[in-house]
């Protein structure tokens, strides 16, 4: 089982369309979550740590499951300008490299 | 002030060739990682660094790949008689300390092709 996996899409949905994105991960003593954004040739971003309670920013809502070790990204009032890959990420230990997943593609059309 | 810096940015080589990819890291920051993403495909961790700990070398694939860091400041990556698997983009990051919640900022990569 990969570490992290990821839907690899693509999604491809209308402006304005709700997104969900899923991601699972493999080793429970993960401490530390993310989601990434990579635009087309370009170096992956931050988008927004993921907290336990579950967190919003603006459109954007995390949500982890430690139980479940599963991770999630929702995406409200979708627009043209969200259109790119969204790579979930884990640190499992207390330093250390990232984990990152494949990315999920997502394409959103006028 | 500026972000990651990596150079150069694009790099065409002959296989067997050996490679050098430099990063600046953010300044301030004391740890620092490489990671490669081949076409299509998600990120992979190479190795970091942090302060003046030994390097986490974990993710080399092979003893073809190095790396070294001077201090808290500049990488290099080296990468000996290249082969055509090894073409890739090489992303920098750094994090103001390794673990946590620290988030990592990346450079926009070095884009290698090995003939």
């Known amino acids: 089982r990969k570490e992290v996996e990821q839907d690899p899409g693509p999604f491809n949905v209308p402006e304005g369309a709700t997104v969900a994105f899923n991601c699972t991960y493999s080793?429970?003593?993960?401490?530390?979550f993310f989601w990434y954004r990579q635009d087309c040739r370009k170096e992956p971003k931050l988008l927004m740590s993921v907290y336990s309670s579950g967190n919003e920013d603006g459109r954007f809502t995390a949500q982890l499951n430690r139980a479940s070790q599963y991770i999630s990204l929702l995406i409200r009032d979708s627009k043209l300008s969200d259109s790119a890959t969204y790579l979930c990420v884990v640190r499992s230990g207390s330093q250390g490299n990232l984990i990152f997943g494949k990315g999920t593609k997502l394409s959103v059309k006028p | 002030g500026a972000g990651v810096s990596q150079s150069p940015s694009n790099k065409v080589t002959e296989k067997g060739k050996d490679v050098e990819l430099r990063c600046d890291p953010i300044?301030?920051?004391?740890?620092l990682y490489w990671y490669r993403q081949r076409l299509g495909q998600g990120l992979e961790f190479l190795i970091y660094f942090q302060g003046n700990s030994a390097p986490d070398k974990s993710g080399l694939p092979s003893d073809r790949f190095s790396a070294e860091r001077t201090g808290e400041s500049v990488s290099t990556l080296t990468i000996q008689r290249t082969q055509q698997e090894d073409s890739a983009v090489y992303l920098c990051?750094?994090?103001?300390?390794?673990?946590?919640?620290?988030?990592?900022?990346f450079g926009a990569g070095t884009r290698l092709s090995v003939l």
């Open positions: 080793n429970s003593a993960s401490q530390s």
């Open positions: 990051a750094s994090s103001l300390v390794a673990g946590g919640g620290n988030i990592q900022y």
């Open positions: 300044s301030g920051h004391t740890a």
